[in-house]
T-cell receptor, first 112, second 114 residues
Framework: GESVGLHLPTLSVQEGDNSIINCAYS??????FIWYKQESGKGPQFIID?????DKRQGQRVTVLLNKTVKHLSLQIAATQPGDSAVYFC???????????FGPGTRLSVLP | NAGVTQTPKFQVLKTGQSMTLQCAQD?????MYWYRQDPGMGLRLIYY???????DKGEVPNGYNVSRLNKREFSLRLESAAPSQTSVYFC?????????????FGPGTRLTVT
């Protein structure tokens, strides 16, 4: 399958612990922020999004936090499981300017 | 539903050769996208098509052309391949008629240009 980037920052967590993956964004006009998960050999898969007028959104085992003051986005995964091992990308989208930019990604490694 | 399919999975080209990457979706989506992914970098948008018959440049369009053949198919063409185009190429689709976060990705095509 297609491999994902080889020189990404890596976060290693113990199975069952919580994971926090961080992302800095650049465009203060972005309307949405999105987290994608990419497993080895596959295309990215949508996880969760947050609108720019929100600061927190929760999904199933995941929470996204948005801090517009410092242009920072985080993805929290509760009770991390081996199946969570993947590369996680944040993306920002500006609807009016039709701008859609992905971050470089973070590799999450879940230790048994 | 197969979702988004891409062909070929792997391709090796020599500098100057041309080829077309094929993408098809069976979800009746309006918008389709082509991205490239390079080691250590996120996906970069090459071209997108918000609806059948329309295409727009993304972040890195140089060296590529696209065709939205019909609602299902969106092809990416390299007229004269260069080593800098060695990458993994992903096609994606989304329901709406504008760039959307709700994108569904294909499995990718690994292209090597020697």
């Amino acid at each position: 399958g297609e491999s994902v980037g080889l020189h990404l920052p890596t976060l290693s967590v113990q199975e069952g612990d919580n994971s926090i993956i961080n992302c800095a964004y650049s465009n203060s006009a972005s309307d949405y922020f999105i987290w994608y998960k990419q497993e080895s050999g596959k295309g990215p898969q949508f996880i969760i999004d947050i609108r720019s007028n929100m600061d927190k959104r929760q999904g199933q085992r995941v929470t996204v936090l948005l801090n517009k003051t410092v242009k920072h986005l985080s993805l929290q995964i509760a009770a991390t499981q081996p199946g969570d091992s993947a590369v996680y990308f944040c993306a920002e989208i500006e609807v009016w300017g039709q701008n859609f930019v992905f971050g470089p990604g973070t590799r999450l490694s879940v230790l048994p | 539903n197969a979702g988004v399919t891409q062909t070929p999975k792997f391709q090796v080209l020599k500098t100057g050769q041309s080829m077309t990457l094929q993408c098809a979706q069976d979800m009746n989506h309006n918008s389709m996208y082509w991205y490239r992914q390079d080691p250590g970098m996120g996906l970069r948008l090459i071209y997108y098509s918000a609806s059948e018959g329309t295409t727009d440049k993304g972040e890195v369009p140089n060296g590529y052309n696209v065709s939205r053949l019909n609602k299902r198919e969106f092809s990416l063409r390299l007229e004269s391949a260069a080593p800098s185009q060695t990458s993994v190429y992903f096609c994606a689709s989304s329901p709406g008629q504008a760039i959307s976060y709700e994108q569904y990705f294909g499995p990718g095509t690994r292209l090597t240009v020697t």
